[in-house]
């Protein structure tokens, strides 16, 4: 199995532009999270989807955050306009579910904002 | 609400030598606790978790750690460093009937190993 796939890996862009970072959880999970990791914050969850709804987005920082899940393998968070804050490494992970299941986590996504 | 808190933040050890690194949860219910390594530009990776039963959990790489729920603690233990132990560790919380969904993370200890 390939793992959790993130793209890109690292992302620079300039302030107001729009980012998408892309995530395709492991085949047969049916949950995905998307979490922002900082030094000022640590790891926070944004938002976690259960058969590609979203179930819980109370970690979206605010309405320019937004992340989608159209199909079971394919997941978009979405800056825009991105601002220098935003700059952290985003993890996508994902689960079977149930107490048994461990969350796996793709290797991150760096963005820079400038 | 559920909370984790890791007191220390950076802890040097020799190779070698034993380690215990502290996680102390808050939460009303019986938890279920999650230790993972993040190596340096990694994602995260499982080391082991407690859900029930058998309060000392076995893990990977050579971890273990011992539920205290008097204490509120889960600390994970390692009775002889390698210098690839070398990397950021996260205790976790999971709040749900599952234990898998919305975990919450402490804010990490790194850890450096001395030759």
């Known amino acids: 199995d390939a793992g959790v796939i993130q793209s890109p890996r690292h992302e620079v862009t300039e302030m107001g532009q729009e980012v998408t970072l892309r995530c395709k959880p492991i085949?047969?999970?049916?949950?995905l999270f998307w979490y922002r990791q900082t030094m000022m914050r640590g790891l926070e969850l944004l938002i976690y989807?259960?058969?590609?709804?979203?179930?819980?987005d109370s970690g979206m920082p605010e309405d320019r955050f937004s992340a989608k899940m159209p199909n079971a393998s394919f997941s978009t968070l979405k800056i825009q306009p991105s601002e220098p804050r935003d700059s952290a490494v985003y993890f996508c992970a994902s689960t079977r579910g149930g107490r048994d299941n461990e969350q796996f986590f793709g290797p991150g996504t760096r963005l820079t904002v400038l | 609400a559920q909370s984790v808190t890791q007191p220390d933040i950076h802890i040097t050890v020799s190779e070698g030598a034993s380690l215990e690194l502290r996680c102390n949860y808050s939460?009303?219910?019986?938890?279920?606790l999650f230790w993972y390594v993040q190596s340096p530009g990694q994602g995260l990776q499982l080391l082991l978790k407690y859900f029930s039963g058998d309060t000392l959990v076995q893990g990977i790489k050579g971890f273990e750690a011992e539920f205290k729920r008097s204490q509120s603690s889960f600390n994970l233990r390692k009775p002889s460093v390698h210098w690839s132990d070398a990397a950021e560790y996260f205790c976790?919380?999971?709040?749900?009937?599952?234990?898998?969904?919305?975990?919450?993370f402490g804010t990490g200890t790194r850890l450096t190993i001395i030759p």
């Open positions: 989807f259960n058969n590609n709804v979203p179930i819980d």
């Open positions: 976790a919380v999971g709040l749900s009937n599952f234990g898998n969904e919305k975990l919450t």
């Open positions: 939460y009303g219910a019986t938890p279920y």
């Open positions: 085949s047969g999970h049916d949950y």
